[in-house]
Every structure is written in C-alpha cells, then in structure tokens.
C-alpha cells in the first residue's frame, strides 16, 4: 500500500473509529465515536438478502454530526436523489424517501477502507430520514457494508 493511502487510511480510522484504531486499540463505538447503531436501522437500508451467507455484512449508524465532520479528506462529497443515495434499500424504503425528500437532493460522501480479513465500503448520507421515514432529521447515515475476504484452504486469506 502507498503511503498517501496509508496516510488517508489512517485519517479514515480515526474520523470513523477514534484515534484508539490507529494505535490497535478498539474504540468504543465501531464508527464515528457519537454513532449510535440500532440493528433495526440495518434492516431498513440494507438489502433484504445481504447477510445470508456471512460473506457481506452491514452495519447502519446514526451520527449527531454533520457529513464534512465525519468525511475524511480524501473523499469528496456530491448530491444524489433520494432513490441513488439509497439504492441497497427494499422498493418500500426507496418509494418512502422518495416521497419524504420530494426531489431535494442528499450530501453524500463515498469511501472504503481495506483491512486485512474484509473491505468497508462506507457511504456518508446527509440529511438522513428519521427512524419511521416520516421526516428528516439532522445529523449523518452512515452505511458501511463489509465485504470479508475469503479464507484459503490453510486459513489464510
């Protein structure tokens, strides 16, 4: 790996994870240190499919702070629809922010992050719907999907 991606793969654990994942130490939350992460956020804005067989994961996280805050510098920020922002959503989801945004277009942020055993492919989306799709809220969506890697005959990757 280069060392610029080194450089940004470390800037990017430490926005997402706390300064504790640089130096190997866990932090307390798995994203962004104020992200909250209710598994039935997960259920709405991932596909419904995604985690049958273990190989792809999903985690979605609400934070408090705005996109710019959360976004590591190497990633830039674009407007998206509502329905291209949320696209690994059911149609159910989709129809619904489609009609709470109304055309409005979303922030949204795009990045990964490639770890030994998986690869994070994580979307910052802001404003974010509220937990009933019933209005916006304030704060980011954090939507990591973590692709794991498969294990060798031997165990190794």
Known sequence: MSTARRAAAAVLLVCLRGPAAVAGGQAPLPLAPDAVCPPHLARL???ADATRDGSVQYLVCRSARP???LRPPTWSAGESGAADAFAGASP?????????YGGRRLRVARGWVEGPESLDSIALIAPPPSDSLDRIASGTLIIR???MRERGPNGGL
């Open 45 to 47: 804005f991932a596909p």
């Open 67 to 69: 996109l710019d805050e």
């Open 92 to 100: 159910e989801v989709r129809r619904a922010v489609a009609l709470l």
């Open 145 to 147: 999907t973590r692709i």
